[in-house]
């Protein structure tokens, strides 16, 4: 099967422009002879490089509600989404890649081994607040950013990104207004696409200017979207189904009951609608999902409407048991400045329903993050079950 399996490759035009980054340099090696690459998020070292097995990419999830999952895919399955990037946004050859984190998060990983495969520079900085590109040759200047949208603020805190930019994808999160505003005073000829995926399905949808308030955009291309395993007609929540060549092939280890596949199609749990142009709009994961009083509560939707609220930078919705409603909302908050959170309550209060409400609205120096920059959901569990 090995002979049979399209491999990873680094283009002669690809150069490391920080080679003393953990895993880098054992990175590039495995990709350019073949071996199987196992990313990890645990460990001393981010990457292990396997010569003696067949090519397949394994890596950790994030566990941001949950212990990690190890999530098995082919080569192509990511080298499929290269030739998009490429033809779509003319990216290759004269292009430098900046990127933060460790390379046992899928989306540095991502891209680090697209810029290597399409012949693009490469900078891997862990830390984005000391992502300085600009203290070395012009050259060095990055042309395209992936990053989360907390690295995103890191970074554009502290640094700035220079004239060549062109292109910032953003996944992980939904970018808010303040960021996606600061980065375009900073970096004004570059263009921001927001993406939604998740590791078992890679990308999913990608937004632009054009994309609603509230939806995370259309169908990636050679992505095929269903709500509802039969396919709902528009403005129908039901389970999202995903068929695209991008697809995962199984869990190396760990596994999650909210993964289905069915005809071709896989389904991890997302509940949400498309509309009448084939906009995606998210309802929520179904393992998140709680009730209050009967009625079912999104947090991914509060979470939304309290993220485009002045003043906050950073939030994340928990439940925590009540004894009379079933569960009430408790909402952790990261704030610029003072909040007014009689607002706050009223406009969520207007935008899902009173018992979307949180309880509690609790503000915090810095939400706890895991490496990957995604909230610790368990950390803030725990949280929310002591006295405020």
Known sequence: MSGQMQKFSVSADSRVLTPDVPGLAILRAALASGAAIHARQSGPDPIAPDVCAPP?????????????????????????????MQNRFAI??????????????????????????????????PNPARADMTDGADEHLPTVIYATPTQLRLYLAHQSPGAKLRWVFAGGGKLDTATRQLLQNRAPQAQVVEFFGASETSFITLSDHDTPQGSVGRAYPGVDLRIGPGGLPPHKTAELWVRSPYLFQGYASGGSGDTEWRDGYLSIGELGYLDSAGHLFLRGRKNRMFTVADKNVFPEEIEATIARFAGVRHCAVVPRSDAQRGHVAICFLEARGPLDLARLRQLCRTAHGAHSVPREFRILPEIPLLAAGKPDLTALTRLSETPA
């Open 56 to 84: 397949w990419l394994t890596c950790e999830t994030s566990g941001s509600s949950g212990p990690p999952k190890v999530i098995r895919r082919s080569p192509a399955s990511w080298i499929a989404s290269f030739k998009v």
């Open 92 to 125: 290759g050859p004269g292009d430098t890649y900046l990127t933060f984190g460790s390379l046992g998060h899928s989306l540095p990983l991502y891209a680090v081994i697209e810029a290597s495969h399409l012949g693009a520079d490469i900078a891997l900085c």
